[in-house]
């Protein structure tokens, strides 16, 4: 989405006509409180921004990439170094290029989970993921002991 895009600037809920109703139906851990609507809404808001954010970088990065490789041919008389310089950097625009990509969809996921009313579920055990660690990281997809998990395998 461009940020002209009405889309971006609708609220989270004209985006998510069902999110009142079921803002109460989202699972929460033990000893807290049931989500609001002001907090899910407070999550999409700022996923959408992101995608925003997100989008521009990937536009500037893609353009970055772009100059660096028609700037490449233009090596005659480059020693090993330059030659070196400019592999390290269009290496590094590329995993630039590819991170915001991956953020990118991960938000689109976050995004259709909050759509789907499957966002606090945790995707490997079904459980809740908690509402602390979704408001410090948006996009978790999985609870702290599935993450956990995962990273020791």
């Not at 808001?45 to 353009?63: K, M, P, V, Y």
């Amino acid at each position: 989405m461009t940020p002209n895009d009405p889309a971006e600037s609708a609220t989270a809920s004209e985006r998510f006509p069902n999110l009142r109703a079921s803002a109460a139906d989202f699972i929460v851990r033990d000893g807290e409180e049931p989500w609001t609507l002001a907090e899910l809404e407070e999550i999409a808001h700022q996923l959408i921004a992101e995608n925003t954010r997100l989008q521009q970088e990937l536009t500037d990065a893609d353009r970055g990439l772009s100059e660096l490789l028609r700037n490449s041919g233009d090596g005659a008389g480059d020693d090993q170094a330059d030659s070196g310089s400019s592999a390290l950097e269009r290496e590094h625009e590329l995993s630039m290029l590819n991170n915001t990509k991956d953020l990118l969809a991960q938000n689109a996921h976050a995004l259709e989970r909050i759509r789907l009313g499957t966002y606090a579920t945790c995707e490997s055990c079904g459980l809740a993921i908690g509402k602390a660690r979704l408001q410090a990281f948006p996009r978790a997809t999985l609870c702290v002991a599935c993450k956990q998990r995962e990273e020791r395998r």
